[in-house]
Structure formats: structure tokens, C-alpha cells
């Protein structure tokens, strides 16, 4: 089921990327006393009462026609259109200004539920001008301090209350559900295309070209598929994304729906970094995932070039060293065959359940090939271990001092139960517990 998405708008300085911190837990955006420090939008899952939500930090919205104040407008009208609910902040040792109207106006026309919060009103004797933001006809306004944690409990609470109610999802059991994820114009379009063998999505040079994410269903090599299709931007009027703009947003609600994720690559421009921030949406979910690298007709297609590339993926991609890499051209159809094989077997890892019994011997042979760590003189002790979860697979294993567990025997252990059961293309976690 998709999460509500809740961005964080308002004019530059109010403190937004404070309260983003704040609300996921983490400084995750830069903060600074400085006005515009936050150019582009920022993701990040964040969660209050049980509810798990897309939350957006917007650069700060301004008028006028400097370049960057034009390009920080339209990152946040963009967050504006995407989101479900928008926490609409100002400054509370200002009050309200005429760019905060402007940023009213906009709001209004967005037609979205808006709850307004009052920031750094870390004095309570301020509070008493709080009635002064009724005016801008958002309803109750929240006082909080994004600096010192105050108020954000209640402003949470409003939040979720104006979260839309999504249909649960039935997916049809044996259906694979996976997605096509990349930078634009990789080729997803033309790769839905190719795997339907019919023009059913919009292909286009001009990035952005696909509009609406539509559910296509597939039926091949005795399996049904459902490919969800990233979509570009929806909103009517000249909001573009630049040309190394991603519509992260989308990609993040195509794989929380998906079993499998395809990261395609463009053979002809290479690996960029919004590639590698783009495949890590997709591990950080816990995603099965197939690395395609298209357009493969454009370029020398040997042997050898084709493992020196898949070399460069594997340098670029540690963390993707369990996904499998397929070479293709959706546009001639060149090794199309390689790729329902590889999603097929990527998603039969990433449902796989393996016993008990047989998984406490793996983990025994692997003691014993190489000992348990010793820290400060006291040893590692594994008990046993236990397969908890799929979709990914996750074991717990049980052990005498879970902080003696270091991330390099953790990974030597990860790395044989990945010999024994194979699970290609999923990710797999591992939790030290001690037992009760």
C-alpha cells in the first residue's frame, strides 16, 4: 500500500530543514542560517502513530526572477503537486509577510490540506500572537520550535488526520510485481514496449515524457507479471525537471508496490551518481533488484566489453554485489530474453524460506571454518539462528553479547548463507539478538 507524502513548504529562513530533522530523526538536510541553503527537495520515510509517511523539504519559496529563486519555486511546487498534505511553516518572530501571502496563494490554488505551523515560537509569551495567523484562512495554526522539539507531537497529530485512505492492494498470488527505475531516458518506456511487443507507452527523446505510472499486465514464460511504470510529472503548467532531475517521488511509490526492481543504465552515457542514488531507493527498501544496462546495441557488445562494463557496475554498485546484471537494447530486442529469467529468479530469492535445521548448519560450518571474534577477551557465541521474515529474507541469530557481533563476521556469515541458499537478486538482513 503507498504512503501519504507530506512536504514542507514555506519562504526561505522559517526553519523547514530544522523541522525535517526533527520529523525523521536525523540531519538529513543542510542546516544553515543562511536563506536558500535547501535548493532542491529532499526525501525521507518518516513515521507517527503507526502511519508510515513520504516526508519532502522543499527549498524555500520565493518571488522573483533570479535563476535560482525561478528553480527553487519550481522544485517546491513540484513537492506542492506531489504531496498529500503540505505543513505550510513561517517564522514566528516575523509574522506574516508579504512573501508568506505570495506562499498562501499558491497554497490555496494547490486545493491540498494545509495545517500551518508557527516556528521558533520558543517563548511562551509569544504565543499569545498566534491569533494573528488565523487570517491566512488555514484554520488552527500550530506553535512550535523546530530547534527545541516543541510542538511537533501536535502538529503530527493534525497531519495525519488529513492522510487520504488508500484501497489495500490484492495481489494475485504468483504475480510478480516489479518496476523500471532509472534516470530519464534510460529507456523504460521503451523497455515496457519491448516486453509487451506493442507501442502501449508514450516513447519520446524529450525527458519526462511519461506522465501517469499505469499498471500493465504481462503474461510470459508461464508467469504472469504486473510491470509498474515510473511515471514523470503529472502537473499541468511549466514546471519541468532538469535534465539530471529524477522524480524521486514516483520511484519511491513504484517500489514500495514492487517484488522486483529493474535499475536501468544507459550503456551509451554510463554510470552518473544519480544512478547510484537512484539503485539505493531500491536496496534501502529491501527490494529484489535486476541491473539493466540498455542500449547495449550502441555500443562495442563483446565479451569483453561486457564484463569490463560489469566490472565498472560492480565497482560503483558494492552494495548491489547480489543483484544480477542484464545486457540489453530495448530498442532492437537484442538479449530481451535474458531478462524475464533473471526477474523470475530474483524474485523466487527474495520469497525464499529455508528451514531451521539446515540454515544452523550452514552457520555451524561457518564457525567452524573461522571462529567467532574475541573483543576485549570475551568471545562471540552464536546459539542458533532462525529465518524470521521474507520479502527480504531476514534471520536472527541468537548470540551471547549482540555488541560483539561485528559488521565483518556479520558479512562473512551473510556471505555463506548466500553460498548455501543462493538468493541472487534480494537483499538479505541479519539481526544479532540475545537470547531471552
Known amino acids: 500500500m503507498r504512503k501519504s507524502v507530506v512536504a514542507i513548504v514555506g519562504r526561505p529562513n522559517v526553519g523547514k530543514s530544522t523541522i525535517f530533522n526533527r520529523l ?24 507517527w502513530l ?6 519532502i523539504d522543499t527549498g524555500g519559496i520565493e518571488i522573483g526572477d ?84 516543541l510542538g511537533l507531537g501536535d502538529l503530527l497529530d493534525e497531519v495525519v488526520k488529513h492522510f487520504p485512505v488508500f484501497a489495500e492492494e490484492e495481489a494475485e498470488e504468483d504475480t510478480i510485481y516489479f518496476s523500471l527505475i532509472g534516470r530519464p531516458n534510460v529507456g523504460k518506456s521503451s523497455l515496457v514496449n519491448a516486453l509487451l511487443n506493442e507501442e502501449r507507452v508514450i ?105 569490463d562494463f560489469e566490472t565498472k557496475i560492480r565497482a560503483h554498485f558494492l552494495y548491489l554485489d547480489y543483484a544480477p546484471i542484464v545486457f540489453l537494447s530495448a530498442k532492437t530486442k537484442k538479449r530481451l530474453h535474458t531478462l524475464i529469467p533473471a526477474i523470475k529468479i530474483a524474485s523466487e530469492s527474495h520469497a525464499k524460506r529455508v528451514s531451521t535445521n539446515v540454515l544452523n548448519d550452514v552457520i555451524m560450518d561457518a564457525i567452524a571454518m573461522n571462529p567467532t571474534p574475541t573483543v576485549k577477551g570475551k568471545r562471540l557465541k552464536v546459539l542458533y539462528a532462525t529465518q524470521v521474515a521474507v520479502k527480504p529474507p531476514s534471520f536472527v541469530i541468537f548470540v551471547n553479547e549482540p555488541d560483539l557481533m561485528h559488521f565483518s563476521y556479520e558479512r562473512f556469515l551473510e556471505n555463506k548463507i548466500r553460498d548455501a541458499f543462493g538468493f ?10 540475545r537470547r531471552q
Open 424 to 433: 541472487i537478486g534480494t537483499p538479505i538482513k541479519l539481526f544479532a539478538r
Open 203 to 307: 516513447v519520446s527523446e524529450i525527458e519526462g515524457t511519461t506522465r501517469d505510472a499505469i499498471d500493465t499486465r504481462l503474461h510470459k514464460d508461464d508467469q504472469d507479471f504486473i510491470i509498474i511504470d515510473t511515471a514523470g510529472m503529472r502537473k499541468r503548467g511549466k514546471v519541468y525537471e532538469t535534465t539530471e532531475k529524477y522524480s524521486v517521488l514516483r520511484a519511491l511509490r513504484a517500489i514500495e508496490r514492487s517484488d522486483v526492481v529493474l535499475v536501468l543504465i544507459d550503456a551509451e552515457t554510463g554510470i552518473r551518481e544519480q544512478d547510484k542514488k537512484i539503485a539505493g531507493y531500491a536496496h534501502e527498501a529491501g527490494r529484489a533488484v535486476v541491473i539493466v544496462v540498455n542500449k547495449w546495441d550502441t555500443v562495442a557488445s563483446d565479451e569483453k566489453a561486457m564484463k
Open 50 to 55: 503507526n502511519q508510515d509517511f513520504n516526508l
Open 66 to 149: 533570479e535563476p535560482l529563486l525561478v528553480q527553487m519555486r519550481q522544485q517546491a511546487e513540484i513537492a506542492i503537486d506531489e504531496a498529500d498534505v503540505i505543513i505550510f511553516i513561517l517564522n514566528g518572530k516575523e509574522g506574516i509577510t508579504a512573501a508568506d501571502e505570495e506562499v498562501a496563494k499558491l497554497l490555496f490554488k494547490s486545493n491540498k490540506s494545509v495545517v500551518l505551523a508557527i516556528n521558533k515560537m520558543d517563548n511562551p509569551e509569544m504565543r499569545e500572537t498566534i491569533y494573528e495567523y488565523y487570517s491566512l484562512g488555514f484554520g488552527e495554526p500550530f506553535p512550535i520550535s523546530g530547534s527545541h522539539g
Open 24 to 47: 525523521v530523526g536525523e540531519r538529513i538536510s543542510i542546516v544553515e542560517d543562511i536563506p536558500g541553503v535547501t535548493r532542491d527537495r529532499i526525501y525521507a520515510s518518516a513515521d
